[in-house]
C-alpha cells in the first residue's frame, strides 16, 4: 500500500531558527515529490522533485529528494513568522497523489 | 485568468440530502481532480480525471459521483450526504498525470448534519 509519513507532526521555532521537515515514502510506481505550504486555506505549491540528489532552492526554503533511501527534506532557514503554516508533501504515481498528513510549523516572533 | 474555481465556499446539508460541488478550471488542464481534508488525516483523493470523459476512482471514492463532459468542468456529486462527509473539499488541476505542480481551488466546507 502507497504511504507517506511527515515528521514532525508539528513544530514551533523562534524567528531565525532553521529547521527541517522530513517527508518519507513507500510507493510502488514513483514519479514525483512535491512540497506545498498551507495556510489557512488551499495548498500553494513550493517544490517538484524527481531526480535524487538534485537540491531545488527557492529563497530561504529547499527541497532535496533521497530516492534510495525513499525520503525529502524540506529545509528553511532564517524563519520568518509567514512561514507559519502546515507544510504537505506529496507523491504522484502516475494517476494519482498521495499526501502526507503534514508538519504544522509555528515561528514565535 | 482565474485558475481553479469552486463553489460553493461553504455548504450545510442534512443527512440524505445530496448536492452537487462546482469546479471549473481555466488553465486548458488535462488532469483534475477532489480531494476531502479532514483535520489529522491530510488531503485525500476521491475521485480524479486525466480527460474529458475519462474519470477513475482515488483512495476514498465511496458516496461521491464524478463526470468530465469538458476539459473546464468537473463536478463532484454527494449522493446521500452523511455526517461522515463533513470536511473541506478541494478541487485541483494540473497540465497533465505526468506529476506536474497541481493548483487547487480555494475549498468547499461543507457540513452534513
Known amino acids: 500500500e502507497d504511504k507517506v509519513v511527515q515528521s514532525p507532526l508539528s513544530l514551533v521555532v523562534h524567528e531565525g531558527d532553521t529547521v527541517t521537515l522530513n517527508c518519507s515514502y513507500e510507493v510502488t510506481n514513483f514519479r514525483s515529490l512535491l512540497w506545498y505550504k498551507q495556510e489557512k486555506k488551499a495548498p500553494t505549491f513550493l517544490f517538484m522533485l524527481?531526480?535524487?540528489?538534485i537540491e531545488k532552492k527557492s529563497g530561504r526554503l529547499s527541497s532535496i529528494l533521497d530516492k534510495k533511501e525513499l525520503f525529502s527534506i524540506l529545509n528553511i532557514t532564517a524563519t520568518q513568522t509567514g512561514d507559519s503554516a502546515i507544510y504537505l508533501c506529496?507523491?504522484?504515481?502516475?494517476?494519482?497523489?498521495?499526501f502526507g498528513t503534514g508538519t504544522s510549523l509555528t515561528v514565535i516572533p | 485568468n482565474a485558475g481553479v474555481t469552486q463553489t460553493p465556499k461553504f455548504q450545510v446539508l442534512k443527512t440524505g440530502q445530496s448536492m452537487t460541488l462546482q469546479c471549473a478550471q481555466d488553465?486548458?488542464?488535462?488532469?483534475m481532480s477532489w480531494y476531502r481534508q479532514d483535520p489529522g488525516m491530510g488531503l485525500r483523493l476521491i475521485h480524479y480525471?486525466?480527460?474529458?470523459?475519462?474519470?477513475d476512482q482515488g483512495e476514498v471514492p465511496n458516496g461521491y459521483n464524478v463526470s468530465r463532459s469538458t476539459t473546464e468542468d468537473f463536478p463532484l456529486r454527494l449522493l446521500s450526504a452523511a455526517p461522515s462527509q463533513t470536511s473541506v473539499y478541494f478541487c485541483?488541476?494540473?497540465?497533465?498525470?505526468?506529476?506536474?505542480?497541481?493548483?487547487f481551488g480555494p475549498g468547499t466546507r461543507l457540513t452534513v448534519l
Open positions: 480525471s486525466v480527460g474529458a470523459g475519462i474519470t
Open positions: 524527481t531526480s535524487s540528489g
Open positions: 485541483a488541476s494540473s497540465r497533465d498525470r505526468a506529476g506536474n505542480e497541481q493548483f
Open positions: 488553465m486548458n488542464h488535462e488532469y
Open positions: 506529496a507523491f504522484n504515481t502516475g494517476n494519482q497523489f498521495y
